[in-house]
């Protein structure tokens, strides 16, 4: 009797010690006022905002990208910037006589030359980067239309969120001279 008591005690606690792949690696990290402007769009954010008015780019100039991270020991931030109309998701598509501006950028934390110094990880984050929005791509212009400008954001335990947001770019509108 008392070999069968120890033998279900064994037994009970193997069962309620097992592993099953269960475990939480901790919450997921978050990105929070996300947003892509011109170079010239500061003044008129909360308006695009309040009015539901889609963000333009223009080729050649610069875009601002700017967010709230947050998370346990924040690793890696990517950028992935393709076409947005029809979807697809091939690097580089060649369409009549433009080309697709599609663009993968990496930022990481805690390294050299990072978002942070070597060996700093943080769990908040004001994320601020400037990128070139090119006019042209192997001397063809660039397509005008709707990009998705996709935000990813991981952890050091490998936990990943993303948020994206759909950007209008278009060609440098000249200004017509006064008579």
């Not at 390294?111 to 006019?135: R, Y």
């Not at 935000?151 to 008579?179: I, M, P, R």
Request: net charge negative; proline share 3%; with cysteine.
């Amino acid at each position: 009797m008392k070999k069968n008591f120890v033998l279900i005690s064994l037994l009970l606690i193997g069962l309620f010690s097992c592993d099953n792949d269960t475990d939480e690696q901790g919450p997921l990290p978050t990105i929070s006022n996300y947003t892509v402007e011109g170079e010239h769009d500061h003044d008129s954010h909360e308006r695009s905002l309040d009015e539901g008015e889609e963000t333009e780019l223009e080729m050649g100039g610069e875009a601002h990208i700017d967010a709230e991270l947050a998370g346990q020991n924040l690793k890696t931030v990517l950028l992935d910037i393709h076409w947005g109309e029809g979807h697809t998701h091939d690097r580089v598509q060649s369409v009549e006589d433009s080309v697709q501006w599609t663009e993968k950028i990496e930022w990481n934390f805690g390294v050299e030359g990072g978002l942070t110094p070597e060996g700093i990880f943080p769990s908040n984050h004001d994320f601020h980067q400037h990128i070139d929005v090119p006019a042209e791509i192997d001397g063809k212009p660039v397509r005008e239309g709707e990009y998705h400008f996709v935000l990813f954001l991981w952890d050091q335990d490998g936990n990943e969120t993303q948020q994206a947001l759909t950007v209008h770019v278009h060609a440098h509108e000249e200004e017509e001279a006064e008579l």
